[in-house]
Nanobody
Framework: QVQLVESGGGLVQVGGSLRLSCVASGGTLSSRGMAWFRQAPGQEREFVAA????????YYAESLKGRFTISRDNAKNTVYLQMNSLKREDTGVYYC???????????????????WGQGTQVTVSS
């Protein structure tokens, strides 16, 4: 079974940037869409961004468009989330997730994603 390991989180000031990575072990990600979700303290987990198995289709939470960019490198079995112009409200644990079906061009349904990693903490301070 594929295991997902997120990294790249940390403490950053408002306006700063971070690049998160999600690496898969025990299998390949290349046939599945991938997504990032986040969970702030006391809040429910929310969708951030998704990318199709081939990288051609991307989908973002409306409020994050223009600041966050999702990408993938199937040769490295890795998905990335570039986060710019960070705000305090971006603080939370960020999780990556795989799409339940293979070779789908549709990544606009967050409910299609599961198999979470352990998460990486992002803290944005002023």
């Amino acid at each position: 079974q594929v295991q997902l390991v997120e990294s790249g989180g940390g403490l950053v000031q408002v306006g700063g940037s971070l690049r998160l990575s999600c690496v898969a072990s025990g299998g390949t990600l290349s046939s599945r869409g991938m997504a990032w979700f986040r969970q702030a303290p006391g809040q429910e987990r929310e969708f951030v961004a998704a990318i199709s198995w081939n990288g051609w289709k991307k989908y973002y939470a409306e409020s994050l468009k223009g600041r966050f960019t999702i990408s993938r490198d199937n040769a490295k079995n890795t998905v990335y989330l570039q986060m710019n112009s960070l705000k305090r409200e971006d603080t939370g644990v960020y999780y990556c997730s795989t799409q339940s079906i293979e070779y789908s061009d549709y990544v606009t349904a967050p409910a299609d994603f599961g198999s979470w990693g352990q998460g990486t903490q992002v803290t944005v301070s002023s």
